[in-house]
């Protein structure tokens, strides 16, 4: 069957249009088994209707004739002239399609279309996936159509959607008049989410936002790239950890300094205490602090905080802030 | 009847058709529904099976149109498993009449026609 639905609603407008002038009651009873017999006659043999049957103002003009129309029924008069209207327009749209036919390469500018249909069954999937995606996430008009947020679940929706418009688009002249038109109903809805959702893509596109929402609360702490902890006396701190209330650990910055403590490779350098990079520490008394007066530590306190820490690891730390701030100096309370 | 009609096809080929047709269209309908109750598309197809394969499609709908309207025809619409519903035709009692008065004067005139190709000497 070379005949399309199309071309048989074409047809029976045409000659619906050749024949505004009668009645609209007597119209529609001349015409009203025009769809059922196109539809035989374009399942009986190839070939276009109008090969088959003639222009359709010859037909009309054929059936007026042999109908010996000239009753003139009732009909209420503005609904004749939306008709007479309807049917002019119908018609100037035909004339329209054929003559947009030739620019474009083809008979009619409806042939063109028609070829384009598989495209827009593909399209409306989409855009039905993406229908989908907004209504569950309340998010806005993306590019992917996602599930409960995952991508993988919205590509799965999207091939879904799209064979099922594929689908539907070959079964359509099988559906029922209201089936039809709620599938005409559904379409505009998508095509008005489609432009509008296209329209707000752009907006965006254009304000540079491409979609990108900040995770973080709050951004305050987003420069910060490493933690120094000063003790009351303004002393640096090294070694230091933040949990938060729940005892999680509260991970800032990261690590652009090599350290030489990591260098035995203890994995993950997000897991190294703060500061990262003491030698950066902003407000450290980086030359070593003139030796305050210290009674009973001698000159150099390594060897004995050295061997301390497992003994008494509360009093070393006193021993060594005391002793030295030396930057190099090895922490001796390594007991995370 | 359909012999005359085909006598009448072939002989007059190069006269219009079309012409003919329009005078006889309206018993020859009455004909077809006379055996069985039909609708249009089946119709169409009995009479092109008859013979008459020149009737036009939009003739036979404006007839069958025109004769309900004068009152032979009655019509019942019939739900079809396959497509969209049917409305089909059949003879009412004023139909059967008109055929059979419309069939008699065909036959007579018929038979002038015949009898006066004869007389010239042509074969039917």
């Known amino acids: 069957m070379t005949v399309t639905e199309q071309e048989i609603t074409d047809y029976v407008a045409r000659v619906r ?9 007597y119209r529609d009873e001349l015409t009203e088994d025009l769809p059922e017999h196109l539809a035989e006659v374009a399942a009986e043999a190839d070939g276009t209707l109008v090969e088959r049957l003639g222009e359709p103002e010859a037909y009309a003009a054929e059936l ?14 503005a609904d004749r002239r939306f008709r007479a209207t309807a049917d002019r327009f119908r018609a100037r749209l035909h004339r329209w399609d054929v003559q947009l036919g030739p620019p474009l390469g083809y008979a009619s500018a409806g042939e063109f279309l028609r070829l384009l249909r598989p495209a827009w069954w593909m399209l409306r999937g989409y855009l039905a996936a993406m229908l989908v995606t907004v209504l569950t996430t309340g998010g806005t008009f993306g590019l992917l159509p996602s599930l409960n947020g995952s991508t993988l679940a919205g590509l799965v929706l999207l091939a ?3 064979l099922a418009s594929i689908w539907l688009g070959h079964h359509t002249p099988g559906l029922s008049r209201p089936k039809r038109r709620l599938l005409r109903v559904g379409t505009a809805v998508l095509v008005v989410f489609g432009l509008a959702g296209v329209v707000d893509m752009d907006g965006r596109a254009r304000s540079g936002d491409f979609g990108y929402e900040q995770i973080s609360i709050d951004g305050r702490y987003d420069h910060v790239r490493d933690v120094f902890v000063y003790d009351s006396a303004g002393r640096l701190v090294e070694n230091a950890r933040l949990f938060d209330q729940n005892g999680d650990p509260i991970r800032l910055g990261y690590p652009d300094c090599l350290d030489e403590r990591d260098l035995n490779g203890s994995g993950n350098p997000l897991l190294r205490p703060y500061p990262y990079c003491p030698q950066q520490a902003p407000y450290a008394p980086r030359p070593p602090a003139a030796t305050p007066p210290a009674p009973n530590v001698p000159p150099l306190p390594e060897p004995t905080t050295a061997a301390s820490p497992a003994a008494t690891p509360t009093a070393t730390p006193a021993a060594t802030a005391t002793g030295t701030l030396a930057p190099a100096q090895p922490s001796p309370t390594r007991t995370g | 009847m359909s012999l005359h009609y085909f006598a009448l096809h072939t002989s ?10 329009k005078g006889v269209l309206d018993l020859a309908v009455l004909a077809v529904l006379r055996e069985e109750d039909g609708y249009g598309y089946d119709i169409l197809r009995r009479l092109r099976e008859a013979g008459l394969e020149e009737v036009g499609d ?20 019939v739900p079809s498993e396959a497509g969209p519903h049917r409305k089909y ?10 055929l059979t008065r419309s069939g008699k004067l065909w036959r007579s005139f018929a038979t002038t026609m015949d009898a006066l190709l004869d007389d010239r000497g042509m074969a039917a």
Do not use: E, H, I, K
Request: with cysteine; charged share 15%.
């Open chain 1, 160 to 162: 879904g959607s799209v």
């Open chain 2, 12 to 21: 007059v080929q190069c006269v219009d058709t079309t012409q003919l047709l």
């Open chain 1, 17 to 25: 249009a050749a024949l505004a002038d009668l009645p609209p009651a």
């Open chain 1, 64 to 77: 007026r004739s042999a109908a010996g129309a000239a009753a003139t029924t009732g009909g209420r008069r």
């Open chain 2, 89 to 98: 035709y059949s003879l009412n009692a004023a139909g059967r009449d008109q």
């Open chain 2, 58 to 77: 939009a003739s036979v709908y404006g007839t069958l149109r025109r004769l309900f309207a004068a009152g032979l025809l009655t019509t019942y619409v």
